[in-house]
């Protein structure tokens, strides 16, 4: 190996671009010399101490070593670089031939995951980009959804890690990104200015009805007595020049996703409901010092059994409870749906999402309501917006789903989520 650079001999064209993709996305402060040779199978180089070494994965760890992002390509902890040594190997052992047995294994791993190691990209998704390459790209369209997953992420690397396009590009259908409606707009200031005239007397009327609404919300559903009610009506039909400008503007702009109580589940137990052969139901644990909560979900039909076990599901947690088919349901799955709600599938924690941990929304930090009051249809008013993006990532109006091992993924890009 020259002191100046790192020299390969390599067997074909693709052990070549393996390699460049592994230095160019590294940024390795090294030139890299690679020559496709005649008559050897498998990659050959000599290391800095003039050892000669042959392998594919070991070239590629070797040119990781060389770059400025070392340790996030090889793994930051013992986890991940057991993780990352696990990928190198299968690459070796289990994708030559490239089988749909073994390209599945990728595809199951990915149902809840971007990155086949961690939180970003490493020298496993690189390694296993490149190996898994000429299957990705020649699938027909027929398989397309069987392997959406690996389609999902081997799009995502060509995308930001194959700038070059060393490797070619998956060609399937991706759904168009449909961009959110622009806010609703701000009351006119002199809707305000009316809501402040007569010397006081309307501010003090509209404060009163405030303080009627919001003592009557804390009481729960049932436990109004006549009078409250009374006190209700008259409080809806006050004019609504009488309302505060900010209630105006909170009234405009509808429900928003920081109302839901948005969490991290881990089913525990899963089994058919005794009266409905479509719904399943499940004990879900959210963290809670009470246990797991009972969750009637209508998945039976399109999930088997063995793939709700021990999963982890991202759970609506404060709608009101609900009495499916004579059972209790005291929370909601999230699903991803296409179109014609023929494909349903529960959307994806990332990996080291914690089990009760809260979903997130940048730009959205209110307090969740204590319970959803379904008359209300609150929720049905923000499902609308709660789809994935092109690349799978929940989303609602374009924000992320987001927890602190990352964003929170789905098996179908483009798709509704409820």
């Not at 070797?62 to 070392?70: D, E, K, L, V």
């Not at 990104?177 to 007569?198: L, Q, T």
């Not at 409905?276 to 999930?303: H, M, N, T, W």
Request: hydrophobic share 40%; net charge negative.
């Amino acid at each position: 190996m020259s002191s100046q650079g790192l020299e390969f001999s390599v067997p074909d064209a693709s052990s070549e671009s393996l390699l460049r993709l592994v230095a160019s996305f590294g940024s390795c402060h090294k030139p890299i010399d690679v020559t496709v040779a005649n008559g050897i199978n498998t990659v050959e180089f000599t290391d800095a101490s003039g050892e000669k070494l042959q392998g594919l994965t070991t070239a590629c760890t070797a040119i990781a070593m060389a770059c400025p992002s070392a340790a996030e390509l090889l793994g930051t902890t013992p986890e991940q670089q057991a993780k990352i040594v696990e990928w190198l190997t299968f690459s070796i052992t289990e994708l030559s031939p490239l089988l749909d047995d073994k390209l599945a294994k990728i595809n199951d791993w990915l149902v809840s995951r971007t990155f086949l190691a961690g939180n970003h990209i490493t020298l496993a998704d690189l390694v296993v980009y490149g190996t898994v390459a000429p299957a990705a790209t020649a699938f027909p369209k027929a398989q397309h959804g069987h392997f959406c997953n690996l389609l999902r992420w081997y799009d995502y690397i060509h995308s930001v890690a194959d700038t070059g396009s060393l490797f070619p590009e998956a060609v399937f259908d991706k759904p168009k990104f449909i961009p959110p409606p622009p806010p609703a707009a701000a009351p006119k200031e002199k809707n305000a200015a009316g809501a402040d005239a007569g010397k006081g007397k309307s501010k003090e009327k509209a404060e009163a009805v405030a303080a009627v609404v919001v003592e009557h919300a804390a009481v729960p559903d049932g436990g109004a007595s006549k009078k409250d009610k009374k006190k209700d009506k008259k409080a809806a039909a006050a004019p609504a020049t009488n309302s505060s400008a900010d209630g105006a503007a909170a009234a405009a702009a509808g429900p928003k996703v920081d109302m839901l109580d948005i969490r991290i589940g881990h089913i525990t137990k899963i089994g058919p409901h005794p009266n409905a052969d479509s719904l399943y139901l499940e004990e879900i644990d959210l963290g809670e010092a009470e246990g797991p909560r009972q969750v009637v979900s209508g998945l039976r039909k399109f999930v088997p059994e063995e793939k709700m076990k021990n999963r982890k599901v991202v759970v609506v947690c404060n709608l009101k409870p609900a009495k499916m088919r004579d059972v209790m349901s005291y929370g909601m799955v999230l699903c991803a749906s296409n179109d014609d709600h023929t494909e349903v599938d529960p959307i994806n924690p990332p990996e080291g999402a914690a089990t009760g941990e809260r979903v997130t929304f940048e730009g959205y930090g209110a307090e969740p309501e204590a319970v959803i009051n379904p008359k209300k249809k609150i929720f049905e008013k923000i499902a609308p917006d709660l789809v994935t993006d092109a690349g799978g990532v929940c989303t609602y109006k374009g924000v992320q789903f987001m927890t602190s091992a990352g964003p929170v993924t789905a098996s179908m890009p483009g798709a509704h989520i409820a």
